[in-house]
């Protein structure tokens, strides 16, 4: 389970870095995908810690 989510973790992770990294190619939405990948970023961040963190009893 915990290889699985990381791996999904991971992957938004780097989905949110590509969307920041390409906003400024995108003519006229580029504070949405910059926000987007933004929120990205925070996403994978809560993951571990709200779900990871309970199973520990932290």
């Not at 999904?8 to 995108?26: E, Q």
């Not at 990948?37 to 309970?54: E, V, Y």
């Amino acid at each position: 389970m915990n290889t699985v989510l990381f791996l999904i973790t991971m992957a938004v992770f780097v989905f949110g870095m590509w969307l920041m990294g390409n906003a400024s190619h995108i003519t006229g939405f580029e504070a949405i995908v910059f926000i987007a990948g933004i929120l990205c970023i925070a996403i994978a961040m809560a993951i571990p810690i709200n779900i990871l963190g309970k199973g520990k009893g932290a």
